[in-house]
């Protein structure tokens, strides 16, 4: 008979690609997630369930989340706003009440106002910040905080994120502190 050999501790499963929400991946402070089409990245909330998939990057927890998407700018005079807002819409799955303007996948979903709320830089990146009143997702009412940026010349990227009015946690805090941490991959916080 052969000699028995130890073969030591079996090996551990890979870890998930982090490719889709069924993966099942929880953020943690070392967590960057890449913003698809881009060299850009941001830090998912730490224990939010996360994904970089081929179209978006999403993070959530309960019934808060924030998604990004990019589009490439192909007409120099006029970017993909409306397209990229309308699959930030789509993939978070809000809607608005019918009163709003516009079409879509958003029901009355307004659309994107041309002057910003807000700017800020972070991580040296430019962006716009606009909230839209009266959003719902999975049966809650709530803002929707949505943010853009371009990345040079040939790319706009767009996010959004959803917390309802009586979140009694910090996911307003948390998607806010997501959002600054949006920089060039290599040097992102």
């Given at each position: ?10 090996e ?17 402070e ?15 909330p ?16 309960d ?102 009015d ?24």
């Amino acid at each position: 008979t052969a000699p028995l050999v130890d073969a030591g501790p079996p090996e551990a499963p890979p870890p998930p690609k982090c490719e889709a929400l069924g993966d099942g991946c929880t953020a943690n402070e070392d967590t960057r997630a890449a913003i698809a089409g881009t060299k850009l990245a941001f830090r998912p909330p730490t224990g939010w369930t996360w994904a970089a998939e081929a179209d978006a990057t999403i993070a959530q927890k309960d019934k808060s989340a924030i998604v990004v998407v990019s589009r490439p700018i192909t007409d120099k005079k006029k970017a993909p706003r409306a397209a990229a807002f309308e699959a930030v819409l789509t993939r978070l799955a809000v809607t608005f009440p019918k009163k709003g303007k516009g079409k879509g996948k958003g029901k009355g979903a307004p659309a994107l106002p041309k002057k910003p709320d807000r700017k800020i830089v972070v991580g040296g990146v430019p962006m716009d910040l606009f909230q839209l009143d009266g959003a719902e997702r999975d049966g809650a009412r709530g803002p929707l905080l949505v943010f853009e940026t371009r990345q040079g010349s040939e790319i706009l990227v767009v996010g959004g994120a959803f917390v309802p009015d009586d979140d009694g946690s910090k996911s307003d805090t948390e998607i806010m502190g997501a959002i600054e941490s949006v920089a060039p991959a290599e040097s992102a916080p």
